[in-house]
């Protein structure tokens, strides 16, 4: 059975090679073009493919695209990050798009949320996010977002797989049926006027913010943004080259915001990633508060306001056991997923939940229909609450204190199923069951890198060790690959 195209994420790899290599993205674009047409209605392997499958609105409804004739091409709306690749990459993805007859507008460098935000109210039929997010900038990959501005579920990602490997696609098309491209101008200056249509209450005078881009999609945008919302804002890592991106910098390594916060006496810092779906928070003190932070401020004072239902908040199985503590003491409930934004969305959206997110710095709260990570977003929330209530970064939280934790990552030679390594799942069970409720376990290979993750997490940091180095053992002879990387210590270090 060959590899699946995508991830938990996308599709992401090396930028050039196998699934990236150029013929390959063209290939993918064509597979889009013929999921979003109603040519490809029973042309491929798999059969019929109905309209909801990229959540477009049937034929008669459809305002996204462009009419031909009696046909009607879908467009779609193209954004990257700051990679030195991602205008090959695009090039390659539209070039099938058109082929397969949809109209590609390009948008530039934008975040991933501005892809989202301007496929929903722009009417686009697909927005597609050319990053590899966090990854180094040789990577490069692709998210797909339907015209409601998510990303694509499991069905409609194998429906865009099946085509892809049907050997019934075909990359001839007449030419009256090719697709435009345009630029679309001032995208970036689209996603920023409705942002600030959205603050139009929100006042962040006396904060001193220092803002972290990582050198990606958000540079210069979110300095702007807040500086309009009277913030007083020092912005680094600003100057992106196409391979600085997250290079120690931005969300993926805040070092130098916490020392840059501290240096200046600002009351705060916010670093995101390189397509700016993820917010990492540094308080007036240099210390990092993760997404957890997060959740633990805005989920009290969203239920105080009426604006939590059912109680609860989303987060995965990688969320501090010690926010599930903190939480029900306030009668709130947490409910765990598995890892990755797209699943708090699939349980938001089926259960009508109002805040979700992720320890990475992923937070998802519903806005005017759109339900998709914002880092800029959730850094103006937790900003406001700063600038309203007059208290302190370092008391966001409002006496949450995580569990010591450690996670720690290596490279495999192989995902063989956790359950089917005889030592490795036979020690996992066994260092659970010594824990107890006094701290969890979570192994999971990464859905977006060749590697193993392990997480412990204890009330006493005392018994990290003890649970963590013989389960990176039994790992490392069963199936690694190089000597582990220990990611984190502490949820606040």
Same mark, same amino acid.
Request: glycine share 14%; no cysteine.
């Given at each position: 059975m060959p590899e699946r195209l995508f991830g938990t994420d996308g599709i992401r790899g090396p930028a050039g090679l196998d699934r990236l290599a150029p013929s390959a993205l063209a290939r993918l674009g064509l597979a889009v073009a013929h999921t979003l047409t109603n040519e490809a209605r029973g042309a491929l392997d798999s059969g019929a493919l109905d309209s909801g499958a990229l959540d477009l609105p049937p034929r008669s409804a459809r305002t996204a695209g462009t009419r031909v004739g009696d046909a009607t091409r879908p467009r779609v709306l193209l954004g990257r990050d700051t990679r030195i690749s991602g205008p090959a990459v695009a090039a390659a993805v539209t070039a099938g798009l058109l082929t397969g007859g949809c109209d590609v507008e390009d948008g530039g460098?934008?975040?991933?949320?501005?892809?989202?935000?301007?496929t929903r109210r722009r009417k686009f039929a697909l927005g597609v996010v050319i990053s590899a997010s966090h990854n180094p900038w040789p990577d490069n990959g692709l998210k797909l977002l339907g015209s409601g501005g998510a990303k694509l579920d499991d069905a409609a990602e194998r429906a865009v797989e099946r085509a892809f490997r049907s050997r019934k696609l075909e990359a001839g098309t007449e030419p009256e049926a090719v697709g435009r491209a345009s630029v679309f101008a001032g995208a970036s200056d689209a996603y920023e006027r409705a942002l600030l249509s959205e603050c139009k209450d929100v006042r962040l005078r006396r904060l001193h913010v220092v803002v972290d881009p990582g050198h990606g999609a958000q540079s210069g945008l979110a300095a702007k943004v807040l500086r309009q919302l009277d913030a007083k804002v020092t912005e680094i890592h600003a100057d992106p080259n196409g391979r600085n991106i997250n290079a120690g910098c931005g969300a993926l390594d805040p070092r130098p915001l916490r020392r840059a916060v501290k240096r200046?006496?600002?009351?705060?810092g916010v670093a995101f990633d390189g397509d700016a779906d993820r917010l990492q928070l540094v308080d007036e003190k240099g210390r990092l508060m993760d997404g957890d932070v997060v959740l633990a401020a805005l989920a009290p004072r969203l239920l105080a306001r009426r604006r939590l239902p059912h109680r609860t908040v989303v987060g995965t199985l990688m969320t501090n056991g010690a926010l599930e503590v903190h939480l029900r003491q306030q009668e709130i409930n947490l409910l765990r997923t598995p890892v990755g934004d797209r699943h708090i969305v699939a349980a938001m959206t089926a259960h009508g939940y109002g805040l979700g997110g992720e320890p990475s710095g992923h937070l998802l709260f519903p806005r005017r229909?759109?339900? *998709?990570?914002?880092g800029l977003v959730a850094a103006i929330a937790c900003l406001r609450i700063l600038a309203d209530e007059r208290i302190a970064a370092s008391e966001l939280g409002g006496g949450y204190r995580p569990w010591p934790l450690e996670i720690v990552s290596f490279k495999v030679r192989a995902k063989h199923p956790i359950d089917d390594l005889a030592e490795s799942s036979r020690v996992i069970a066994e260092t659970t069951?010594?824990?107890?409720?006094?701290?969890?376990?979570?192994?999971?290979?990464?859905?977006?890198?060749?590697?193993?993750r392990v997480m412990v997490e204890a009330r006493r940091k005392r018994d990290l060790k003890a649970a963590l180095d013989p389960i990176v053992a039994a790992l490392q002879r069963e199936v690694g690959a190089d000597a582990p990387d *220990?990611?984190?210590?502490g949820a606040r270090s």
């Open positions: 460098i934008l975040p991933t949320p501005a892809v989202a935000l301007l200046l006496g600002a009351d705060a229909g759109l339900l *998709t990570g914002d069951a010594a824990l107890g409720q006094a701290g969890r376990i979570v192994v999971r290979y990464s859905g977006t890198e060749p590697k193993v *220990t990611a984190k210590t």
